[in-house]
């Protein structure tokens, strides 16, 4: 079936431009990298404290873009056999954008990275290298029949809950209202008739008013529609601008142009399904039977090369290893291989009996063992050395960049895009549009015959391997009539199957068992957006974090936030592959800081089930925590993805729990918490993400241990809290464009965006709204409402509190005091320069 040509054809040939001027740019990347990779295994190290920042931040932000530009042109793709191509690239892409991230941070000392000077060289923005949230991720994470399950499941705890009171019968009686007896229907009817007698009169009294009313409002409606024509006609002449016309969203349309796009490969992938089935079926009928022979011959052909080169039939492959697939590919042992390994053996057990086989092997493990702990050892000799070298400027021998873990997976995932589709990327647009839009019949065919193949090898494989022993019964059988002895074939080693998780039956037994929690009303689906996170970056950081010596860590501001919650929390989720995955994640920060509203933003972003856990919703309310525990995580791995969420953790560690809060049940949800955890597999798209504000009062190992990673949600400071009131007061029409948010930002400094939206809403009344025009707002409006809350402002000591716990709990916690100490060093040493250079 051949595909019409579209109208927009040159919109798609646009967009394939654009992927292959993005494929090149991977490609000089690549070379790049690769490049300084074989320098630094060759010895070159970087000198100056600024200069490897900014080679591995400049690397950095060109993975970032470069991983931005490729999601574009998967949701601009309408070629159904190429993006398949294209997916596996952003996830190695992204893998090695992790682990430059990870380089970073052991590099700066900081878990909040900054990469200034790559952006003034890139010509980039902070923005620029934020990487996006595809479209497509949050419409494809759930199966439409579980989004309707799910609904369903609401709907039903809904009808539960208001359950309808039981229907009081009517009488067709007509009461009075203070005896309770009928009233005659002659003086019911007498009652109506006085009413409406005396509505005429009372219209007749003031329809002489209504008469001078009625000019009024004629004429002010006339000047009204005058000036509505007059403001009309100044807008289409230019005059003044049009208050009502709405700007285009640069998001918005750039969605709408995706969902048109997904539309259409949603229609293609339906016309592909069909030629697949008709082209699947006619190559069955034709090619199947030649198949099966064809195959046969080369496994007997295989057979027959291995019992005259080497004198006795191979080891069939096993079925895990893919067969007789496994020769095709090159990946089983060539008969000179396994002479060679043969004479090895044999050289090996040449005059050995079993003990002292079994001696060699103790002693092998002895030597493992003790080779292990010289190269720990050795490895801390060559650290200790370095931290002398790095404590003198002229002695420091600089940083030498560390090997990608990903890099070959990187060129064979890009080698193996050129050899597939290098050719159809050059084809002319003219002659063959099905190389751009649509699927190629070609492809298409072998695509098919590809598959036939596989179930045809399949299906000879196990013919074959009843043959083999035939075969080898046979060879037996020979050596047995001449009086030799077969020896002895030492077999290879069969492959671990991989783990096959278990399949998820959801039943009515299974369904019954989530009514507690949707009851509960524990189950949510939060529409926030990481963009309404309402924050500055710190554009000081990076200036100061590379200082030589007097490098300093200032707290990060709340817009930087946003960066760490795509990578550690939306990403980290499990959606991406390429991405470092993290089942749990703490949110360490100030009471009241909007922590909670950041959770709410990550479930949008994922389209994922919010289920909460915070002991006063959930094991408060519950007979058995542990097992409405359980119940809650097979919910989440049922309707995933979703995030279980949970304030204030360190009430379930705590130390000493207070009377008061005994019926919460918190500490009993620690031992199946980290179990539960613990059990979730890679292939789960759930993350459980919890709140602390009081890590003092909590036991730190068992509950820092429980997590992948803690964020540091930061302190509000100036510039956000002015960007929030600037851009909530502009909301307000009757508000003046000039009005000075200064003094609230920076009276209001330290005070959790919870506390600030609170007191916004309590100042900012319908009411209060009206009066602006009469009675301008003043910034001491908002002082009492903030008394009344009794939540004093976070200062930079009580927060530093957190930041010492933070960094006592990271994975820094060795390496920034020892990146003091060298600073304090090389201070000395300094002043100790600059005194000789000026005497």
């Not at 359980?630 to 705590?654: D, G, H, S, W």
Request: aromatic share 10%; proline share 7%.
């Amino acid at each position: 079936m051949s595909l019409k040509c579209p109208s927009t054809l040159p919109i798609v040939l646009d967009a394939h431009k654009k992927w292959v001027t993005t494929l090149h740019d991977a490609q000089t990347l690549i070379e790049n990298d690769i490049d300084l990779q074989e320098k630094a295994a060759q010895g070159l190290c970087l000198k100056e404290r600024r200069v490897p920042p900014e080679v591995l931040g400049t690397m950095y932000s060109e993975y970032c873009s470069l991983i931005n530009q490729m999601y574009d042109a998967y949701l601009n793709s309408t070629h159904l056999q190429r993006a398949p191509y294209i997916k596996p690239l952003i996830s190695v892409f992204m893998k090695r954008m992790y682990e430059l991230r990870n380089e970073l941070v052991h590099l700066i000392v900081n878990d909040y990275i900054y990469v200034d000077d790559s952006l003034f060289q890139t010509r980039r923005t902070p923005f620029d290298i934020q990487i996006i949230i595809p479209y497509h991720l949050p419409l494809e994470c759930r199966d439409d029949s579980m989004e309707h399950l799910l609904q369903k499941m609401w709907a039903d705890a809904l009808a539960r809950k208001n359950a309808p009171p039981p229907k009081k019968v009517e009488s067709q009686n007509v009461f009075d209202d203070d005896t309770g007896f009928p009233v005659p229907a002659h003086q019911f009817v007498s009652q109506e008739q006085f009413v409406n007698d005396a509505n005429i009169h009372s219209a007749d009294d003031t329809f002489s008013g209504i008469q001078i009313t009625a000019e009024v409002t004629g004429r002010y409606m006339q000047l009204k529609r005058q000036c509505v024509v007059d403001t009309k006609r100044d807008v289409l002449l230019g005059l003044i601008p049009d208050p009502f016309r709405k700007g285009l969203n640069y998001e918005e349309e750039n969605n709408k142009m995706y969902l048109r796009k997904r539309n259409i490969r949603t229609k293609l992938k339906e016309t592909y399904k069909t030629a697949f089935e008709k082209e699947n079926t006619r190559l069955v009928v034709m090619k199947k039977d030649d198949q099966i022979d064809d195959i046969t011959d080369h496994v007997r052909t295989w057979f027959r090369e291995w019992f005259y080169g080497y004198g006795f039939f191979p080891e069939y492959p096993y079925e895990i290893e893919g067969g007789t697939v496994m020769v095709i590919r090159g990946l089983y042992p060539t008969i000179q291989e396994k002479k060679e390994d043969d004479e090895r053996y044999q050289a090996s057990m040449k005059g050995k009996t079993k003990e002292m086989l079994k001696a060699e092997a103790k002693q092998a493990k002895l030597d493992a063992i003790q080779k292990e702990l010289a190269a720990k050892e050795q490895k801390k000799r060559e650290a200790e050395q370095l931290f002398r070298l790095r404590c003198n400027p002229l002695s420091d021998p600089g940083y030498q960049p560390q090997k990608s873990q990903v890099m070959g997976d990187i060129v064979q995932v890009l080698q193996k895009y050129q050899a597939a589709w290098s050719i159809y990327d050059q084809f002319p647009p003219n002659k063959c549009p099905e190389a751009f839009f649509g699927y190629m019949q070609e492809i298409l065919t072998e695509d098919v015959m590809g598959q036939i193949h596989l179930d045809c090898r399949k299906y000879v494989d196990e013919l074959m391997r009843l043959d083999l022993k035939l075969l080898i019964k046979a060879h037996q059988e020979m050596y047995k009539s001449v009086g030799w002895k077969f020896p002895k074939m030492p077999t290879r080693k069969k492959p671990k199957a991989p783990p096959v998780p278990k399949p998820l039956k959801i039943n009515d037994g299974v369904l019954e068992s989530f009514h507690k929690i949707f009851d509960l009303g524990l189950v949510s689906k939060p529409t926030n957006k990481i963009k309404e996170i309402i924050g500055d970056l710190n554009f000081y950081a990076y200036d100061v974090n590379i200082r030589d010596p007097n490098a300093k860590f200032p707290p990060p501001s709340y817009g930087d936030i946003r960066r760490r919650l795509i990578l550690s929390c939306v990403y980290g989720s499990g959606i991406e592959p390429g991405a470092t995955r993290n089942k749990a994640v703490m949110l360490l920060g100030p009471q009241r800081n909007g922590k909670s509203f950041l959770v709410d933003t990550v479930c949008g972003e994922l389209n994922a089930v919010k289920i909460d856990i915070t002991p006063e919703v959930f094991t408060a309310h519950v007979d058995k925590p542990a097992k409405a525990l359980t119940e809650v995580f097979l919910a989440a791995k049922v309707f995933q993805p979703t995030v279980i969420y949970m304030r204030n953790i360190e009430r379930v560690f705590c130390k000493k729990v207070a009377p008061e809060d005994k019926y919460l049940q918190a500490k009993a949800m620690a031992g199946p918490l980290s179990k539960l955890i613990k059990q979730m597999i890679p292939e789960d798209k759930i993350i459980f993400i919890a709140t602390c504000s009081s890590p003092l009062i909590a036991q730190t190992k068992p509950m820092v241990t429980l997590f992948n990673e803690i964020i540091l949600v930061p302190r509000t400071d100036y510039n956000s809290l002015r960007t929030l009131f600037y851009d909530r007061l502009q909301m307000i029409r009757s508000m003046p464009r000039d009005y000075c948010v200064q003094a609230l930002a920076q009276a209001l400094q330290g005070y959790g965006f919870g506390v600030i939206v609170e007191v916004f809403n309590r100042v900012l009344t319908p009411e209060r709204i009206v009066r602006l025009n009469v009675t301008p707002l003043t910034p001491a409006e908002f002082l009492d409402p903030i008394f009344q809350i009794g939540l004093e402002a976070t200062t930079m000591e009580e927060y530093q509190e957190f930041v010492d716990f933070y960094i006592a709990n990271s994975p820094l916690s060795m390496e920034r005091p020892q990146f003091e100490k060298i600073n304090s060093i090389r201070a000395v040493l300094y002043d100790k320069l600059v005194k000789k250079t000026q005497s």
